[in-house]
């Protein structure tokens, strides 16, 4: 290969000639019969062979000193590669995601009352730059009851938890209490909503003050 050739990544293509991978940018930067080495002979059976290749492949398999490329293209040849091989696993992630079900349901007063229209939510909850995902949500009825479920499609167990949203003994602060409880795991279940059991909380006085509880006018 001529070395004084300008080459971008573009341009480069890695073909298999013979069971063996080789690197010819002439051929297939040339139209089949004419110029360059010739339409006949090894350079016209390496045309056929690229042509049946993909669009393009980046030559990471060369050494830089053999296909010079620009330190900017060598990092979009790069990143290609990097989509190829993610398009490649996709199926494999799609299989590795299950479809799982989670529920609560209890009652809830404010001292002897019933609380009603308190806000109860059902979330998902994530780690690192995911969001929380929101299952579910539902208001008490005026006997104080509640339930909530849902499903998601996660790759490892789910990790839910209640989210609860009440005016119940808070003070001055106009803000509403915010109570998380964690439903144990072994209240997921396999399959879509509804699950095979609720995690039962029974009769809740929203007097009691929670530990790590706070208050939340957004949510």
């Known amino acids: 290969m001529d070395r004084g ?26 139209d089949g019969g004419g110029g360059g080495r010739g339409g006949t002979g090894r350079n ?11 669009d393009f492949v980046c030559v990471v ?10 330190p900017l293209s060598s990092l ?4 290609l590669l990097l989509g190829f091989f993610f398009l ?26 019933p609380a009603q229209n308190v806000l109860v939510k059902l979330y998902d909850k994530d780690t690192g730059l995911d969001p929380d995902d ?13 339930k909530v479920q849902g499903d998601e499609r996660e790759t490892t167990n789910i990790d839910p938890e209640l989210r609860i949203y009440h005016h119940c003994n808070k003070g001055l602060n106009p803000c ?19 699950p095979k059991k609720y995690f039962e909380l029974g009769n809740i006085n929203l007097e009691v003050e929670v530990e790590g509880e706070s208050f939340d006018c957004i949510h």
């Open 76 to 79: 979009s040849c790069l990143w």
């Open 176 to 194: 509403p209490r915010k109570w998380i409880i964690t439903v144990p795991d072994k209240y997921i279940h396999s399959g879509k909503a509804p």
């Open 134 to 146: 929101q299952l579910d949500s539902a208001r008490t009825d005026a006997s104080g009851n509640f």
């Open 61 to 70: 398999a060369l050494p830089l000193s053999v296909v010079p490329m620009s």
């Open 5 to 30: 050739i300008p080459l971008n990544w573009c341009q480069i293509r890695l073909i298999r000639v013979n069971g063996r991978k080789e690197a010819n940018c002439r051929a297939l930067m040339e």
């Open 44 to 54: 016209s059976s390496t045309k056929t062979a690229a042509k049946r290749t993909l």
């Open 88 to 113: 490649l696993a996709l199926p494999s992630l799609a299989l590795g995601l299950r479809q799982q079900s989670v529920g609560a349901k209890g009652r809830l007063f404010c001292g002897t009352q």
